[in-house]
Each structure stands twice: as structure tokens, then as C-alpha cells.
């Protein structure tokens, strides 16, 4: 009895103390919440403002052999605790001698400097922006050098704000694909976010995990105190590759800069995997030049009428549904056909148009005519299944890439709104629909590939401290597109074209070549088909190479060419130069090895551990004794490697000829100067002359190939 007595009370105190505390607990809270209010608010904002961020390295972004596309580069923004004890001391007597330090340092006005300090110092500004300006590293170590800037000083205020600027090192060359970084995305309070091509695609993997730090004052002087540390993006590997690249650009530019036209683009893809290998956009700007000002390949400004490359579309539906052979006859007439209320012209019509023309005859010569009749006679009063099985290629879907801004496919069916009487005739030829120029590849490569479509890649894998972590396969959109027997008919018309067609300029004696020219008339930014009594045109090629064994499709759009409009003359000839030196490059048979003349090879200049680290890799006789600083520059005549020392002054510009992109960009930087590059490969010229004064601020244009 007495037992279970001694076990109530202390269950009895147990309970008493339980409650006792909830009491206790919910009495603090409420006191929290309305007595102390604003005390607990206060320490909310003072822990809010004494920490900060500690950003991530972001990722780069690299080609298909591990070379930069994108990087970031530190920046720092400088500012002032204007409420530090020591500077509240010494703001009397050293703000003028501060001042004009300032001044001279960032080339401004003494007196509005002055002026501005003196206001924020009144106000007790403790996040006083010093400069708009961003410094680089060694212009940071000038800067601290300051008189004024000693810890006994306003040194003591002093803060440091570290930032990452992206750097394209190889200047505009495919830079809407690389994308862009945007600090206003999500709000703007993530700090810069990828918002466009592979920067946004890749986010998650790029941005890595910023870290946080406590800012703390310690002897007057402020302090980051990291309390976890941030963990680095991973580095992005693309299939884009720099040479193929640089290859397509420059034959994109060239045209380009002959049609003025307002917008071209061009990209080659590797046919069995579909990997995007180059893509070129280029706009025309308010100052008559070209850049890459859009997206075009596959962006919703890019996606157009595509013409006459969709009459290979029409004619596989046609010959997978077999109403229509190879040397089936039809008659083109004189090249004018009436078609319910609408005229339809092939594109010599003035000449007295062809007649009787095989199918064959009728792809290969881009006959209008001739594609519009097969596709009515067969189809009309059941459009459905035609449109069915264009649907059935899924050029109606979009492609499903992950980029911000992918262009919509648009391929009316019929019982729609706007479908109306002579639709089924004019999609037959590619008009009445949109596609992007890399839809059309995609179809394209897919007869190249023997049926199989493949998803468009531009990714290969990611990489963290150069260990692959992901991997990303080639994604099958479609095993087969058709039957063996109508892709092997397709294959035989898109050669046609460039033998005896519309496409023979493009023929060479080398390798053949597979594709068909297009020729579209498209509306002036929806404004209608004709501005101030001149018509817009889109001129395009789309084909494949070596047509025997396809390794690459290619596909070029140009729109609103002046003078010369046709898709051979116009598209055709960037074609025809990237297939040049695509062949060239990459496909054409090596050297017999007896053939073969050793020779030492070419080393670029640069850090002197690279040069060694790859010189022991290759098994490369150096004398690595001579290797007595940082950079080096390596000799070589016919046979024998030798190192010669490269100076490097500080305050001169340094002579980075010869160098690779990276070793320049980064010496350049150092140096204080801001770097623009064209071209890929190793330096060529550099707008400055080495040995040069460098002025703050000083821009370096260098040519590289």
C-alpha cells in the first residue's frame, strides 16, 4: 500500500512539473510575440544584416573537348562602413586626403566624391558604395595600398564585396546557345541566375550552394567568419565543338555580310547521335552590323513558313500511303496552276514551265506545281490523312529541348478556323504552317539516319573537379519514321537534287552530298508578305554529308536576302563552305603513315606547369631546367625543343602572342585590362603593343586562329 502511495506522488510531482513548464513555455511565447516584439524584431534584422552570402563558383560551361565557352571571373565591389569606430575618428581630419585618393584612383571629381561621402557619412551609412565600378583582383591589392586606407584609417571600414562577372572567351561565337545569366530572374533576390540557353537549361548543376558567413568587426576592422562553406557549380561539357563552330559562324557571316539580309542561321548535328556540333545565329543590329542577337534556330522568331524543304515531307506521306512512285508521271503544265480561287507558280514559270515531269523530276526541279497536284489529287476530300501522318513525323509537337523560349510548331488540320480552300495544296510546299530550322533538321537527320529520329543534344555530361558525375545518352524520338522502302526513295531524291537539280551547284567530286533547296515567301513580322512593294524572302538548304555514309546534317536559313533569293544561291553557299572544311577536318582520309614527316611540334606559351605537365605526358624531350618562371614561351626549330623565359612587368601590357585563349584571357585580366577575343586557336595580334602603359579602365581586342 505504501508502495503504490510513493509511486502517485511522484507520478503526481512528475506531471505538476510537465504542466508547470507548458505554463512557463506558453507565457514566453506570448510575451515574445506582444510584449518584446520589437526587441525580437530588432534581433531578427541585426542577424539578417550581419550576415552574408559566400557565392559559389559557378560552373563553367565547355565545348566537347573540355575548352572554356563560359566562365566567371572574380569581380569585387568596394564599400564603406561609414559607422566604424576608427573611421568616425579620423573622418574629420583624413575625408579630404581620402577623397582625392579616391579621385585619382578611379579617375573622378575630388569635390562630388567628397561631396557624397559627406552626406552618406551623415546619415550613417554602413554600406556606402565607394564606386560603381568593379575592381579586379590586382586593382583590389592597389586599391588597399592607399595611404588613407591603413586599419588606423578608414581602412577599418572597409568592406569587400566579392562578385562574378561571365566571360565568353571566345566573344559572341554561339553565345545565345551558351544563354545568359539574368539577376533579375525569380524575384531578383537569388543573385545572377541562369535565364536563357544552357546557362538556365543546366541551372541546377551550374549554380552550385552558396555558403553563409557572420560579418564581425574585430579591432575595428570587418571580417567575413564563414559559417558554412559554399560548394562550387559543376562544370557543363557540350557537344558544340569550337573548330566546327568557328567554321559555320564565319561562312554564316560571310553570306550574311553579301544578301544583307535581316536574319540568317545554320547548325550541324551529328547524325547518329544527334549532337549539335555548331549553331549559328546572326542578327542584323540598329548600326548595320551582325551579331548574335537571337536564338533563331530554334526560337519562336526563327519559326517560319519553311517552303520547299517540306515537299520531302509530302512526298514521303505520299509514297508511304503508296499512291505515288518514284517515275510516276504527273503534268506540270505550263508551270501556272488555278487552284480553288488561287494561283499556284513554280518558280520558272516564265520560261514555259516543264510539262510532263516524273515525281522525281518534279523534287529534284522544286516544281510547286507538281507537288500541289499529287498531294490534291490523292488527298483531297480526305486531308485528314494526310495531315495525319505529317502529324504522325511529330512536326507538330515541339521538340521538347528544356530551353526558355523553344519555338512552337504550328500545322493546321482540317475543320479548323482557318483552314480553307486551297490549304491542303499550299502546306503541300511548305506554306500555311511554322517550323524552327532545327525542327526541319531533326526530320532531316532522321532520314539520314535510317529513319531513327534523335532528340537534338546539346549536352554530353557534367563534371565535378573534372570526375564525370552525369552522362546524358542519346534520346530516340522516333525508331522509324516510315517504311525501309519509302526512306530509301527519299535518300534517292534528296541526292537527285544535288546532281542534276536545283542543289548541283553544290556538288563536288570529293564525296557526295544529299539535300534539297528552299525558297519561301514570308511576311514581314506578321505585317503581310510585301512592305513598301518588296517582296521578303527565306532562302534554305537542308541536307546531309557524305550522302554514301551520313556523319553530319546541316541545315541553313536565311531571311530577307536583297538581290539574289533563291535557296541555292543564297543558303547554299554556307553550305557548301562548312561541308569544305567539315570534310576536310574531320572525314577526310588520313595520311599513310609512310608519308608521314616527324617533326617537332608547336607548343603555345604559357604557365610553365602546363607546359611540363603535357611535355612529360607526351613524352616530349624539354629542358625543364630552364623552366625558371611562371610563364614560359617553347622554341621549336625541326627536330629540338628549347624554353625561353617570358617577362611579365607589372603596369606593361604583356606580349600574349602565340598563346592559348586561356593563358591570354587570364594574363590579360591580371594585368588590369578588359579583354575582347574573335576567333579560336592561339593569339595572332593584340590591338595593344606589348610593353605599352596600361590606363585603368583600357580595353584589349586580340585576334586568335
Request: aromatic content about 10%.
Amino acid at each position: 500500500m505504501k508502495i503504490r502511495k510513493d509511486i502517485i506522488t511522484r507520478f503526481g510531482i512528475i506531471y505538476f512539473l510537465a504542466v508547470l513548464m507548458g505554463v512557463i513555455i506558453v507565457v514566453k511565447i506570448f510575451i515574445i510575440q506582444t510584449v518584446d516584439t520589437e526587441k525580437w524584431k530588432q534581433t531578427a534584422k541585426d542577424l539578417r544584416t550581419n550576415t552574408s552570402e559566400i557565392q559559389a563558383k559557378r560552373g563553367n560551361i565547355c565545348a566537347d573537348d573540355g575548352s572554356i565557352l563560359a566562365t566567371s571571373v572574380p569581380y569585387f565591389e568596394l564599400r564603406m562602413d561609414l559607422k566604424a569606430p576608427r573611421v568616425l575618428r579620423v573622418f574629420a581630419d583624413q575625408a579630404d586626403e581620402f577623397s582625392l585618393e579616391v579621385a585619382k584612383f578611379f579617375g573622378v571629381s575630388k569635390y562630388q566624391f567628397k561631396q557624397r561621402l559627406s552626406r552618406d557619412s551623415k546619415k550613417g551609412n554602413r554600406w556606402f558604395l565607394i564606386h560603381p565600378d568593379k575592381v579586379n583582383y590586382n586593382e583590389l591589392q592597389k586599391f588597399k595600398k592607399l595611404e588613407t586606407l591603413k586599419r588606423t584609417s578608414f581602412g577599418a571600414g572597409l568592406i569587400v564585396v566579392r562578385e562574378s562577372e561571365r566571360v565568353l572567351p571566345h566573344g559572341d561565337m554561339a553565345s545565345r546557345t551558351i544563354g545568359t545569366l539574368n539577376k533579375g530572374a525569380y524575384g531578383g533576390i537569388h543573385g545572377n541566375i541562369g535565364y536563357s540557353g544552357i546557362e538556365g537549361l543546366m541551372e541546377g548543376y551550374l549554380s552550385g550552394e552558396n555558403g553563409m558567413a557572420l560579418k564581425r568587426n574585430y579591432s575595428g576592422h570587418w571580417i567575413d567568419v564563414p559559417i558554412t562553406e559554399p560548394k562550387d557549380g559543376s562544370d557543363v561539357i557540350t557537344t558544340l565543338n569550337v573548330n566546327l563552330q568557328d567554321f559555320t559562324q564565319n561562312a554564316l557571316q560571310k553570306q550574311m555580310d553579301v544578301s544583307q539580309a535581316e536574319w540568317g542561321t545554320a547548325i550541324v548535328m551529328e547524325v547518329k547521335t544527334g549532337e549539335i556540333k555548331a549553331i549559328a545565329n546572326l542578327g542584323k543590329r540598329k548600326d548595320g552590323n551582325y551579331s548574335e542577337t537571337y536564338n533563331f534556330a530554334l526560337g519562336h522568331a526563327g519559326c517560319s513558313e519553311p517552303g520547299s524543304t517540306f515537299k520531302l515531307v509530302s512526298m514521303m506521306v505520299a509514297m508511304e500511303h503508296g499512291y505515288v512512285d518514284t517515275m510516276d508521271v504527273f503534268d506540270t503544265g505550263n508551270g501556272v496552276w488555278d487552284y480553288r480561287g488561287q494561283t499556284i507558280y513554280d518558280s520558272d514559270w516564265r520560261y514555259g514551265g516543264h510539262g510532263k515531269l516524273s515525281m522525281k523530276d518534279i523534287f529534284k526541279l522544286s516544281s510547286n506545281v507538281g507537288v500541289a497536284k499529287i498531294i490534291t489529287k490523292f488527298y483531297e476530300g480526305h486531308e485528314e490523312d494526310y495531315i495525319d501522318r505529317v502529324y504522325n513525323f511529330g512536326l507538330n509537337k515541339q521538340l521538347g529541348l528544356g530551353f526558355a523560349g523553344e519555338g512552337v510548331p504550328y500545322i493546321k488540320y482540317p475543320g479548323d478556323k482557318v483552314w480553307w480552300g486551297p490549304s491542303l495544296a499550299w502546306i503541300s510546299y511548305g506554306y500555311e504552317i511554322k517550323l524552327t530550322p532545327l525542327q526541319t533538321l531533326t526530320f532531316y537527320n532522321a532520314v539520314a539516319n535510317d529513319g531513327k529520329m534523335v532528340k537534338p543534344k546539346f549536352v554530353k555530361e557534367v563534371r565535378e573537379n573534372g570526375i564525370l558525375v552525369k552522362e546524358f545518352k542519346t534520346e530516340v524520338l522516333n525508331p522509324s519514321i516510315c517504311s525501309k522502302g519509302t526512306l530509301k526513295k527519299a535518300q534517292a531524291l534528296l541526292e537527285a537534287v544535288c546532281i542534276d537539280g536545283t542543289g548541283k551547284s553544290l556538288n563536288n567530286p570529293h564525296f557526295p552530298i544529299a539535300g534539297k533547296t528552299g525558297t519561301a515567301q514570308v511576311a514581314y513580322n506578321n505585317e503581310g508578305y510585301s512592305k513598301d512593294g518588296r517582296k521578303n524572302y527565306q532562302a534554305s538548304f537542308a541536307g546531309y554529308f557524305p550522302a554514301d555514309d551520313p556523319q553530319y546534317t546541316c541545315v541553313v536559313v536565311i531571311v530577307g536576302p536583297q538581290g539574289k533569293y533563291y535557296g541555292a544561291s543564297v543558303a547554299g553557299p554556307v553550305f557548301e563552305e562548312v561541308v569544305g572544311k567539315v570534310y576536310a577536318s574531320f572525314l577526310d582520309p588520313r595520311i599513310p603513315e609512310e608519308e608521314m614527316i616527324a617533326e617537332a611540334p608547336v607548343v603555345k606559351p604559357g604557365f610553365a606547369e602546363d607546359i611540363l605537365r603535357t611535355a612529360d605526358e607526351l613524352d616530349l624531350d624539354i629542358p625543364e631546367e630552364k623552366a625558371n618562371s611562371t610563364f614560359i614561351k617553347v622554341n621549336s626549330d625541326q627536330d629540338n625543343l628549347d624554353i625561353s623565359q617570358l617577362t611579365i612587368q607589372e603596369g606593361l601590357v604583356p606580349d600574349v602572342r602565340g598563346m592559348g585563349s586561356r593563358d591570354a584571357l587570364y594574363l590579360l585580366e591580371n594585368s588590369g585590362l578588359k579583354v575582347k577575343m574573335k576567333g579560336i586557336g592561339k593569339v595572332r595580334k593584340q590591338s595593344l603593343p606589348a610593353g605599352n602603359k596600361i590606363r585603368k579602365g583600357q580595353t584589349i581586342y586580340i585576334d586568335l586562329g
